[in-house]
């Protein structure tokens, strides 16, 4: 009996040594990769520019109200400038989630050796997510819409997250609103109906957010074998319930009442679009696949995801 407890402990001793090693290695290519593949908004975009006439801000397609009655009832102009203040909105939920991913990431290194690649890359991911927040308050600021902040309840329950938080929890969390949006940009910035700066941030974001995604994925593929079981569960039950919050958050309904059209009206039809809910399920089939394959999506946990609109 002690003979096999101890093989065991060595067995398991050497699984988490082969993790730790893989971490590392992950780490170092994504290392290289930022160095390599590095934006810096200022520089690479032209702020100057004025917008092009007729283009679109976001792919209409994407926009919430779109294939719905009230959207056949709008006219070109107003549907664009739709799609102008929901790029605000989206640019502003972008900035309040990278903050509490920025402070996650934080958490997540605060007592690992600094001289790891992995607690490298985290800084230098920070620092990525740093100039994105800039790059997408930029973007709001050189348009006409306004800076649109989530709700103060979205507000709390986001200070409530990053207080609970495991960290399995926070790498669900940072994938559930990284890949979305990333489903959406690469859809967009090789749009030409839409707006060249827009384009041009959505670009930068997309090939800076894949090392992101990848960073993310492996840490909470490990984290899944290693964590203890409580926690395990725990991620299930937050990861759907962060989901169902982000589903609401997704879209500010003040930009229905900004661009003049009936808010109310507005959230109903977008609430029974069956084209609104294929978007959002399409942009988080990648996520949730891969969550279904670690573990992740069972028990209440899938329920809630269900729930949100975002699991088919």
């Known amino acids: 009996m002690t003979t096999l407890t101890e093989a065991d ?47 679109w801000f976001w792919p209409p397609e994407l926009v919430s109200l779109y294939d719905t009655p009230l959207w056949r009832r709008m006219g070109e102009e107003q549907r664009i400038l739709l799609s102008q203040h929901e790029a605000a909105a989206l640019a502003s939920l972008g900035i309040w989630f990278e903050l509490i991913l920025m402070q996650l990431l934080v958490r997540h290194i605060y007592d690992k050796a600094a001289t790891s690649a992995h607690v490298r890359y985290a800084l230098t991911e920070i620092e ?34 990053k207080t609970i938080s495991t960290t399995p929890g926070s790498f669900t969390a940072t994938l559930l609103g990284e890949e979305v949006l990333d489903w959406m940009q690469r859809l967009t910035f090789p749009d ?19 090392r992101h995604v990848r960073y993310a994925r492996e840490e909470l593929r490990r984290q899944m074998v290693t964590a203890p079981r409580w926690s395990q569960e725990f991620t299930r039950v937050t990861s759907g319930e962060f989901a169902r ?39 988080s089939k990648k996520l949730t696949d891969f969550l279904d394959d670690i573990g992740v999506m069972r028990g209440v946990g899938r329920r809630l995801w269900r729930a949100s609109g975002l699991l088919a």
């Open 192 to 210: 030409e109906r839409v707006q060249t700066l827009v384009r041009g941030v959505t670009r930068i974001h997309v090939v800076e957010e894949a």
């Open 245 to 283: 919050i982000f589903s609401i958050a997704f879209i500010n309904p003040e930009v229905y009442t900004n661009v003049g059209l009936d808010r109310r009206e507005a959230v109903e039809q977008v609430r029974a679009s069956g084209h609104r809910r294929e978007v959002m399920q399409n942009g």
């Open 9 to 55: 402990a060595v067995d398991g001793l050497r699984d988490a040594l082969g993790l730790l090693k893989d971490r590392e290695q992950v780490a170092e290519r994504l290392l290289a990769s930022s160095a390599r593949h590095s934006f810096d908004p200022d520089k690479e975009l032209d702020w100057d520019a004025p917008f092009e006439d007729g283009k």
């Open 128 to 161: 990525d997510e740093c100039r994105h927040s800039k790059m997408f308050a930029r973007l709001i600021s050189r348009g006409d819409a306004p800076w649109y902040p989530v709700s103060r309840a979205h507000q709390n329950l986001g200070r409530l997250f």
